[in-house]
């Protein structure tokens, strides 16, 4: 089944809103098999919305109207829609009572515009609109499917969850569910490359690659039948792609890689503390984000000056002096030291050229070093990043929630 989606409102053409039904009307069809093949935006203007009808029912079986139900002269869908499919405005009863009710109940007088709204196209299926005064409605004709819905989100949403969706249920043979996978430390060509041959396979389900600054994600999309596990059909691709990609592959679902980090620190009590250079306090800030963090997370220092890095954490003045602050024995003594003044299990370490300025030809622009110290080892990793500033800062936090991710993974 094919759906449009149009929106009608003047207010959505000038861009004085956005049109978030659409946008979310779309997210929700394909769960109950509805795929969702355009979007359309018209003003509010009865020549032109039934143009649009026109166009609409030529390409698709589905059109999910929004906007225009309301008691104004510029509300005009219904009546432009029951002329386009050739029904009578009916009063309907119910949704009538309603709105004196309503009127009562807020002790406000209703007007005769307020009873237009309980008029709906003969034979049309009501839908119920708990947050407001106009009621939506189904029309089915001629094997096409015509959806009214109020304009305010607030009134859309729970008539469209609570009544379009359960409809769609009945009506269709299967769903459409999707799962989204996150990938870090991999780039996403050599990601596709090794699961090129799943990816070109792309029957059911279907694997699509996304790339975002420094993140890279796979949505796992199938099709399915009504009754089938969903679950069950799109983990067994799952659990392929987790065979080739292994500990890069970070997490199923919404989860970004600081809450993984956070829930795993929390969940093995795991005890951190961070020092910061070039970073400013951003991975501090990330992780305390977290909801619960607090029961691990002890401290993070912004030691940005060479003073700041031999005071709060005893970096020793002569490696500073040969190897500068910028250097992998910077890195390594600010993690041994934060870890060591805070107490806690593990002190974690960034210093770097986040630029514009500052790089030299031996120490570039980007160059990061980042390091782990627990009561065993301190291990560190080198970082040539590209980009701008604050491209730069953020691939160093993800960089550095990663390493903690696969420190402590194995942990118990
Ligand atoms: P009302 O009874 O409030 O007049 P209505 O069904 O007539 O409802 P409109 O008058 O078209 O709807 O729009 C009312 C309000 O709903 C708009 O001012 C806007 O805030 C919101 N709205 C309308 N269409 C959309 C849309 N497509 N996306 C997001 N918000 C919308
Ligand atoms: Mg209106």
Partial sequence: MKAEILAVGTELLM???AN???QYISNRLPEEGVGVFYHSVVGDNPLRLKECLKIASNRADIIIMTGGLGPTL????KETVSEFVGRKLVLHEESKNKIEEYFKRI?????????????LPEGSIVIENKRGTAPGCIIEEEGKILIMLPGPPSEMKPMFEDTV???????SEFKIVSE??????????????MILDLIEKQTNPTIAPYAKEGEVTLRVTAKVNKDDNAVEILNQTINEIRKRLGDSLYSVGDKNLEQVVGELLISKNISIAIAESCTGGLVSSRLTDIPGISAVFNRGIVTYSNEAKQECLGVSVGKLEKFGAVSKETAIEMAAGVRKVSKTDIGVSITGIAGPGGGTAEKPVGLVYIALADENEVIYKELR????RSRIRNMTALNVFDMIRRHISGRK
């Fill in 15 to 17: 861009g004085q809103i």
């Fill in 20 to 22: 978030t039904n659409a």
């Fill in 74 to 77: 510029d509300d005009l869908t």
């Fill in 107 to 119: 002790n406000r007088p209703m007007v005769d515009s307020n009873i237009k709204q309980a008029y």
């Fill in 165 to 171: 969706m359960p409809y769609f249920k009945e009506k």
């Fill in 180 to 193: 989204i996978l996150r990938i870090f430390g991999i780039g996403e060509s050599a990601m596709e490359a």
């Fill in 385 to 388: 990043l590209s980009g701008d």
